[in-house]
C-alpha cells in the first residue's frame, strides 16, 4: 500500500463519519440530542475483538444499548483489571440486566490457542484457551475433523467463560442483593451471520461451586 492509498483509507474513515452523522439526523434530528444527555444500556457484552463480529449490528440494536467490552476470544480472565472494571461499573452503576459472553466460530484466537506456534506477547493470552482446552481435553480429543474440534472448543471456551463471571464478585454482589442479572454464553457464526444461544444461562449463585462462593 503506498502513501496515497494509506491517507486515502485514513480519510475514508472520517468521510464515513460524516455520511452517517446525516443519515442519522434524517432518520431523527434529535438523535444526538437524545443519546447525549446519559447511557442506560440494559445489557453488557463480552465479545472477541474480530472485527466480523460488531455487537450492535448483529443484534440490530442502536447506540446506547449495549455497553461492550471486546478482547481477544471474548475472555473473562479473573485478573484483568480492565474487564474487571467494566463488570464492576456495568453491574453498580449502569446496572445492567444481561451479561452476555459472545464467541464466534472460526475464532483466530481459538485456533491459534489450538496450535503449537509461538506467536509472542499473544501466547500468555492464549494460555487461558489452553487451559479450557485441558478441562475438555478427553472430548476435544476424540473429535477428529480440526474445524468441528475448533467449533467446539469455541463453545466450550464460551461456556467457561460464563463459569468465570459467574465466580466474579461483581456479579455474585449483584445477585447476594437481588438485581435481577442473567449472564449468557452465545456462539456467532460468521458464516451466516446467526447467534446460537449455548442455553448456560445463570441468575444465582446456585450453581457456582461452593470455593468460588462469597459470603457478603
Ligand atoms: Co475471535
Known amino acids: 500500500m503506498n502513501s496515497d492509498e494509506l491517507s486515502k483509507l485514513y480519510q475514508g474513515l472520517l468521510d464515513g463519519n460524516r455520511i452517517w452523522v446525516e443519515a442519522k439526523l434524517k432518520e431523527n434530528p434529535d438523535f444526538f440530542k ?5 447511557q442506560d ?35 473473562v480472565v479473573h485478573t484483568d483489571i480492565n474487564l474487571l472494571s467494566v463488570i464492576d461499573y456495568a453491574t453498580s452503576v449502569l446496572r445492567v440486566k444481561h451479561i452476555i459472553v459472545c464467541g464466534h466460530y472460526n475464532c483466530g484466537g481459538i485456533n491459534a490457542a489450538l496450535s503449537n506456534t509461538h506467536f ?33 472448543l469455541v463453545e466450550l471456551n464460551v461456556i467457561e467463560q460464563v463459569h468465570n463471571l459467574s465466580k466474579t464478585s461483581a456479579v455474585q454482589n449483584s445477585w447476594d442483593i437481588n438485581k435481577p442479572l ?15 444461544d449455548l442455553k448456560v444461562s445463570m441468575k444465582n449463585n446456585k450453581d457456582v461451586p461452593d470455593i468460588y462462593k462469597f459470603n457478603f
Open 34 to 38: 437524545d443519546l447525549a444527555l446519559s
Open 120 to 152: 509472542g506477547l499473544i501466547d500468555n493470552w492464549l494460555r487461558n484457551i489452553k487451559d479450557v482446552y485441558r478441562l475438555h481435553q478427553a472430548e476435544l480429543d476424540a473429535i477428529t475433523d480440526p474445524e468441528g474440534r475448533s467449533r467446539r
Open 41 to 75: 444500556p440494559p445489557v453488557l457484552w463480552i465479545g472477541c475483538s474480530d472485527s466480523r463480529v460488531p455487537a450492535n449490528e448483529i443484534t440490530n440494536t442502536k447506540p446506547g444499548q449495549v455497553f461492550v467490552h471486546r478482547n481477544i476470544a471474548n475472555m
Open 182 to 196: 442473567m449472564i449468557h454464553g452465545w456462539v456467532y457464526d460468521v458464516g451466516n451471520g446467526i447467534i446460537k
